[in-house]
């Protein structure tokens, strides 16, 4: 299945492109997404999710077309 995959800020660190379209297995988790595009997660410590505009987590199970979205926490004040 085809899903987007979009990153801002720190998470997309050493990535060439910000905007990929991934062909994962039916029933992938955001982890997975993101393993098969990166091969790590530890960059994910301090990000958040959003799958369709909607808050996720790595355990959410992806559908054909969604859009992931990856976002640097902010922190400091």
């Given at each position: 299945?085809?899903?987007?995959?979009?990153?801002?800020?720190?998470?997309?660190?050493?990535?060439?492109?910000?905007?990929?379209?991934?062909?994962?297995?039916?029933?992938?988790?955001?982890?997975?997404?993101?393993?098969?595009?990166?091969?790590?997660?530890?960059?994910?410590?301090?990000?958040?999710?959003?799958?369709?505009?909607?808050?996720?987590?790595?355990?959410t199970v992806l559908?054909?077309?969604?859009?992931v979205t990856v976002?640097?926490?902010?922190?400091?004040?």
């Open positions: 299945m085809f899903v987007r995959l979009k990153c801002y800020g720190s998470p997309a660190a050493g990535i060439d492109r910000k905007d990929l379209m991934m062909d994962i297995p039916a029933g992938s988790t955001v982890e997975a997404l993101l393993l098969a595009a990166w091969g790590k997660t530890e960059l994910l410590e301090h990000a958040s999710f959003l799958v369709n505009n909607t808050r996720a987590a790595l355990r559908n054909e077309n969604d859009e976002l640097q926490l902010l922190s400091g004040g």
